[in-house]
């Protein structure tokens, strides 16, 4: 077990009930086989808008639901601490390994690399492009509750495509446009 999840059972802030996973004042997670999510991701991978589909439904969950719901019930706390948060419970619940490689809250950019990602892996020499796009949506949606301002994410590089990592650049449309001319239009 992860010591992110040994201290959310230390400070009873997750608890398991009949039909019910809950973490962090009542928010609800499910659990499901990663298959699905890759399974899901392939089949939408076929078309432009499946991809963007899938990207806008993870900003969304953020933006709406889960960023939003731990903001607040947990009231203002750091850009960095809730961004330490968010990493974690995404650890937790199995999409991989993250870490920031930068976040610079003046410029309002993150810079973020996962390892052992559900998706990408399973997706391993099956694609062609960068694949992760629920949980490039799920950093999107993420930066943009922390940031205050509307965020977008690139995924420039996957693991699915035999890179060592995956790569994701969240900022500003216009600087995503500009600096990822080959991803922007495919991704956002």
């Given amino acids: 077990m992860s010591s992110f999840f040994d201290k959310l059972m230390l400070a009873r802030q997750v608890s398991f009930k009949?039909?019910?996973?809950?973490?962090?004042?009542?928010q609800r997670l499910l659990l499901f086989p990663m298959e699905l999510a890759a399974f899901y991701t392939a089949d939408l991978l076929k078309d432009t808008e499946g991809t963007k589909e899938l990207?806008?439904?993870g900003k969304e969950c953020m933006l709406k639901g889960f960023v939003y719901n731990t903001m607040k019930s947990h009231g203002p706390t750091s850009r960095k601490d809730l961004l330490s948060l968010l990493s974690n419970i995404a650890s937790f619940a199995g999409w991989g390994v993250y870490r920031y490689e930068m976040i610079d809250e003046k410029n309002h950019k993150i810079l973020m690399n996962m390892w052992d990602c559900l998706v990408s892996d399973y997706l391993k020499g099956k694609v062609d492009a960068p694949c992760d796009h629920i949980f490039r949506g799920f950093i999107a949606g993420g930066a943009s509750?922390?940031?205050?301002?509307?965020?977008?994410?690139i995924e420039s590089e996957c693991i699915a495509l035999g890179d060592s990592r995956c790569h994701f650049t969240a900022a500003?449309?216009?600087?995503?446009?500009?600096?990822?001319?080959?991803?922007?239009?495919?991704?956002?």
Avoid: A, D, I
């Fill in 18 to 26: 009949e039909g019910r996973v809950e973490m962090l004042e009542n």
């Fill in 55 to 57: 990207y806008r439904t």
């Fill in 145 to 153: 509750v922390v940031f205050g301002r509307e965020m977008e994410c």
């Fill in 172 to 188: 500003t449309k216009e600087e995503l446009e500009k600096e990822f001319p080959k991803f922007f239009g495919r991704q956002v």
